[in-house]
């Protein structure tokens, strides 16, 4: 399972998909599993014009999926 992260407007140009995370899990057809990922300050900084990792408040997409091309996302509001 992976974890994307993507700011919604940063003051730097950041990918569509970042990865944040990921867990390697196997299991049979059919079988349910929940898997929790942390979204601490180091899932949501980004690395600015001085490439110091800053978190920037605003609205981010979270999306979490078994692979890059198919994706689940919420938005989160994000505030200091």
Known sequence: MQLHVHP???TV???ILRLAGFRRIELEAGEPH????????EARAIPNNPMRCTVETG???IMASPSAADTTSVQLELHT
């Open 34 to 41: 929940y898997i929790t990922f942390p979204v601490g300050q």
């Open 8 to 10: 919604r407007v940063s």
């Open 13 to 15: 140009v950041q990918p």
């Open 59 to 61: 609205l981010v997409d």
